[in-house]
């Protein structure tokens, strides 16, 4: 059995940018949400981070199949 190790690598590096970029645009948008109905800054970034960090863990859960 001959395993393609570029082709592999390259579908693994493009899925973790992809991860990575929605993750960070998830936090982006709920802690500009948390900030516009009067979270306090700290706050704001914490929840923003957890709920970032949540959908990346059960993302590449979901695609580690």
């Known amino acids: 059995?001959?395993?393609?190790?570029?082709?592999?690598?390259?579908?693994?590096?493009?899925?973790?940018?992809?991860?990575?970029?929605?993750?960070?645009?998830?936090?982006?948008?709920?802690?500009?949400?948390?900030?516009k109905i009067g979270f306090i800054l700290s706050y704001a970034k914490s929840l923003s981070f957890i709920a970032g960090t949540l959908y990346s863990y059960f993302i590449n859960k979901k695609m580690d199949i």
């Open 1 to 35: 059995m001959v395993i393609n190790f570029k082709k592999l690598f390259f579908k693994e590096f493009n899925r973790y940018i992809a991860v990575g970029i929605s993750t960070v645009l998830i936090d982006i948008c709920i802690y500009s949400i948390l900030l």
